[in-house]
């Protein structure tokens, strides 16, 4: 009797012991992927003297000083680009260094990604490289010193560059060059840009609009700096010329329209 009491008692201990098996969780729902809804805004780049296409090595133009020239060369840096909306939001783009080179069709194209969904009204953007960015060295892409862009002897970036002839250039060869470098200092060819559109360039994640934009070339040679080929013909460091062709070619851009 005794050992079928026992029996019995460690039964129920067992049993009253035993786990419950926990039914199996439900399997999660898959992740919604994060919805993309940011777009891409293009800046068309046309150039142009006196208001004509610029064409490289075959057309005459004419300075605000009556000097007639031909362009064999023209190269420049757009970057930091930022777009603000008529609410004062700014975009500003992480990466942003464009070099713009007329003899590259492509390059006339500035296509800026990863933009929030929004109504722009103005662009602002620098013509040069930024003081950090030409103090870092080696770098690559549009930065790459193979672009022939670079001044290794003074470390630094050419910002804007000009070449071509002139029949009244003081040069023996009638060559007129024009390498615009320094970035800081009172002689800095680094300058800001800021142009308003004349409608709302409206971005979304399935809409690109296209800010077409004019540059004047003969803007380097005016306003207001009249520069004369027969004494200014070859500026290839920086000083009070390089300042005089970087403060006329500061406003060198305008929007013609915007397409959305």
């Known amino acids: 009797m005794k050992n079928l009491l026992f029996i019995l008692l460690v039964s129920v201990v067992a049993f009253s012991c035993k786990k419950t098996d926990a039914p199996a969780p439900e399997p999660l729902p898959p992740a919604t992927p994060a919805v993309d809804t940011t777009g891409t805004l293009n800046i068309d780049i046309s150039h142009v003297v006196n208001n004509n296409p610029l064409l490289l090595s075959s057309t005459s133009y004419t300075n605000a000083h009556t000097d007639t020239f031909k362009v064999d060369l023209l190269k420049y840096y757009i970057s930091n680009v930022q777009l603000i909306t008529a609410t004062g939001y700014t975009y500003t783009e992480a990466v942003s260094y464009y070099l713009v080179d007329h003899s590259n069709p492509s390059s006339l194209q500035l296509s800026i990604k990863k933009v ?102 003969a803007q380097w040679f005016s306003n207001p700096n009249v520069i004369n080929f027969a004494t200014t013909y070859a500026v290839t460091t920086t000083n009070s010329s390089s300042k005089a ?7 060198m851009f305008s929007i013609t329209s915007v397409v959305n």
């Open 116 to 217: 929030p969904r929004a109504n722009y009204n103005s662009v602002k953007f620098l013509i040069g490289i930024d003081s950090l960015h030409n103090v870092s060295g080696a770098q690559s892409g549009a930065l790459d010193p193979a672009n022939a862009m670079f001044w290794t002897w003074n470390s630094g970036y050419i910002m804007a560059k000009l070449e071509g002839t002139s029949n009244q250039s003081g040069d023996p060869t009638k060559k007129i060059t024009f390498h615009l470098g320094g970035f800081y200092g009172t002689n800095s060819s680094v300058k800001t840009v800021y142009l308003t559109f004349p409608n709302a360039a409206i971005v979304s994640e399935s809409h690109t609009p296209i800010v077409n934009t004019k540059a004047e070339i």
């Open 245 to 251: 062709i970087a403060d006329n070619y500061a406003s």
